[in-house]
């Protein structure tokens, strides 16, 4: 099954810092998502990326937040200045394609815990 | 903005009771998708329903969709500890893209 790989999978840092997670979600998809989770919460969408460009964001995706793709494979959530309110999962997700093309299902990258200090 | 609510939070069963968790949506949805989350995990794709009433069946679980497209439930039949998670619902509104909005989840525990 097509995986999606997040590095690192746990990310202390500083408040006020910039921290940058990646993601390489399934190759040759055009949508990829960021998602995150505060402990014990429900999964909140953060904004959708769709052949190089942004198509959707929450209001959680504020100006801290930016997304790019840095080359073919990579794409990276960066949030430049850290909050304690960032910590959190943050996971990355590619849709699944049933045969007919149509879209069923997400799979979701296992993670990056951002502990903010 | 879309908002979707799921109940039970929490249950807790005896290993071979049943089990329902019901998700309702403020807005109408193109299609649900039930995930499971394993306690420290991710999110893992159970199914996806996309027709008005619709029923489907993996082995144990079975999933509804409402008439209205707006609710749905997820039954598992007989528990087991491998059920353990947390289960959510999440939707796709209608006209809204391919954005899904998770619901507040239901934590299952079963105990032997």
């Known amino acids: 099954e097509p995986e999606v790989t997040q590095t690192p999978s746990h990310q202390v840092t500083q408040m006020g810092q910039e921290v940058i997670l990646r993601c390489v979600p399934i190759?040759?998809?055009?949508?990829f998502y960021w998602y995150r989770q505060i402990l014990g919460q429900k999964v909140e969408f953060l904004v959708s990326?769709?052949?190089?460009?942004?198509?959707?964001k929450s209001e959680i995706f504020d100006d801290q937040f930016s997304v790019e793709r840095p080359d073919g494979s990579n794409f990276t959530l960066k949030i430049r200045s850290t909050k304690l309110e960032d910590s959190a999962m943050y996971f990355c997700?590619?849709?699944?394609?049933?045969?007919?093309?149509?879209?069923?299902?997400?799979?979701f990258g296992s993670g990056t815990r951002l502990t903010v200090v | 903005g879309q908002q979707v609510m799921q109940i039970p939070q929490y249950q807790h069963v005896q290993e071979g009771e049943d089990f329902t968790t019901y998700c309702n949506s403020s807005?109408?949805?193109?299609?649900i998708q039930w995930y499971k989350q394993r306690p420290g995990g991710h999110p893992v794709f159970l199914i996806q329903?996309?027709?008005?009433?619709e029923v489907k069946k993996q082995k144990r679980l079975t999933f509804q969709f409402g008439e209205a497209k707006k609710n749905s439930s997820l039954h598992i039949t007989a528990t087991q500890t491998t059920d353990v998670g947390t289960y959510f619902c999440?939707?796709?509104?209608?006209?809204?893209?391919?954005?899904?909005?998770f619901g507040t989840g239901t934590q299952l525990k079963v105990e032997l």
């Open positions: 997700a590619s849709p699944v394609y049933a045969r007919q093309g149509s879209n069923y299902g997400y799979t």
């Open positions: 190759s040759n998809h055009l949508y």
């Open positions: 990326f769709y052949n190089n460009e942004i198509s959707e």
């Open positions: 807005t109408t949805l193109s299609n």
């Open positions: 329903l996309v027709k008005s009433g």
């Open positions: 999440a939707g796709v509104p209608t006209g809204g893209g391919n954005k899904l909005t």
